[in-house]
C-alpha cells in the first residue's frame, strides 16, 4: 500500500517524510553511534536498500541538508539510488544558510541556493540556526527573511521556514511572509521542544500552512508504535511526519506501524525479543 499523500504548494508529499539523520550519522545519541552509521554508509550503494524499501511504500520525499551530503563526500549516492531505482526523489533541503547584512554574504547565499536547485531540490526551507538569527521577538518579526525567500522562489524553489523555536510558526504566518511550509519539532516526550507538548500542538493546529514535523520518536528515546501513533493522531491531514531509519527493516516496520496509526488499527509487527519471554510480551 503506498503511503497517503498531501500537498504543499501544488506538490504532491506523503505523509510521511524520509528523514536522514538516521544514514548521515546524526543519532543525537553518542559519536558511536554516529561512527557506526557513518561506516554503514560510507558507499553509495550502501543507500540503496533503504531507498528501496521507502520508495516501496510511495515514501519519496526526503528532508535533509545537502551540505552534509557533499561534507561527507557521498553526494554521488544520491544520484546513484535515483538510476538504480528509476525514480526521482523529492528533495526538501534544509540548509544553513550565511544570513549576514552583507553583500559578500547575500552573493554567497545565492550561489548556494542556485546549486542546491541544480541538485535536484524542490523545496528549501531555512535551517533554524539561521532561521532565529533574523529573529525580533520585541517585534514579533523575522528581519530580512523576504530577501531569502525571494532568491529561493528565484532559483526556482519552493521556500519554507525550519521551526525549531516554535514561535516562529506564529510570526511567520502574522505577517505573511512568503513561506510554504513549516519544520516543527514535535513528540510525546518534549525532545528538543523548547515550550510544553501542548503549545506546540496548537501551533501545528492553528498554523497556515502545511506542517513537517520532526524527531517523532525523539531520536530513539521512545517506541516508534508510541512516537507514530501519538504524532499522527494530533496533527491534521495536511501534515506530515519526517522519520529516519538505519536499515530497511526499520523502514518497513515504521510505515506499518504509521499506516496502522492513520487508519485507527494494530499494526501488524513482531514483538520485541527478550531472553525469557512472558505470555504479557507476546
Known amino acids: 500500500m503506498e503511503f497517503p499523500r498531501t500537498t504543499v504548494a501544488g506538490v504532491s508529499l506523503p505523509r510521511m517524510l524520509i ?14 553511534a554516529d561512527a557506526q552509521i557513518r561506516a554503514s554508509y560510507a558507499n553509495p550503494k550502501d543507500f540503496l536498500p533503504v531507498f528501496e524499501a521507502w520508495f516501496s511504500h510511495g515514501v519519496d520525499a526526503m528532508m535533509t541538508s545537502l551540505p552534509s551530503w557533499k561534507n561527507n563526500g ?18 526538501i533541503d534544509t540548509p544553513a544558510l550565511n544570513v ?19 541538485q535536484g531540490s524542490t523545496f528549501c526551507l ?3 540556526t539561521c532561521a532565529e538569527k533574523l529573529v525580533s521577538k520585541l517585534r514579533g518579526t523575522m528581519d530580512r527573511l523576504d530577501d531569502y525567500t525571494g532568491m529561493i522562489r528565484d532559483a526556482g524553489m ?8 516554535p514561535e516562529l510558526v506564529v510570526y511567520s504566518d502574522e505577517q505573511g511572509y512568503d513561506v510554504e511550509t513549516y519544520i516543527q ?13 501542548e503549545s506546540v500542538a496548537k501551533i501545528i493546529r492553528h498554523a497556515n500552512k502545511p506542517v513537517m514535523t520532526i524527531k ?4 530513539g528515546r521512545c517506541t516508534p508504535y508510541v512516537g507514530l501513533n501519538f504524532v499522527y493522531n494530533t496533527i ?10 538505519y536499515n530497511a527493516r526499520e523502514v518497513h516496520e515504521d510505515a506499518e506501524i504509521a499506516l496502522a496509526a492513520i487508519e485507527r488499527r494494530w499494526p501488524d509487527m513482531e514483538g520485541r525479543g527478550s531472553l525469557v519471554k512472558q505470555k504479557a510480551l507476546g
Open 185 to 197: 519539532i514535535y513528540n510525546p516526550m518534549g525532545f528538543l521542544m523548547q515550550v510544553e507538548v
Open 74 to 91: 557521498i553526494l554521488p549516492a544520491l544520484d546513484y539510488v535515483q538510476e538504480k531505482l528509476g525514480r526521482r526523489l523529492i528533495i
Open 216 to 219: 517523532p520518536m525523539a531520536a
Open 236 to 245: 491534521r491531514p495536511c501534515d506530515m511526519v519526517t522519520l529516519g531509519a
Open 19 to 32: 528523514g536522514t539523520n538516521w544514514i548521515l550519522g546524526y543519532s543525537h545519541t553518542s559519536a558511536a
Open 100 to 118: 549576514e547584512d552583507s553583500p559578500q554574504a547575500r552573493a554567497e547565499c545565492e550561489a548556494y541556493l542556485k546549486w542546491s536547485a541544480a
Open 126 to 128: 531555512l535551517h533554524h
Open 158 to 165: 519552493i521556500p519554507g521556514l525550519s521551526c525549531h523555536m
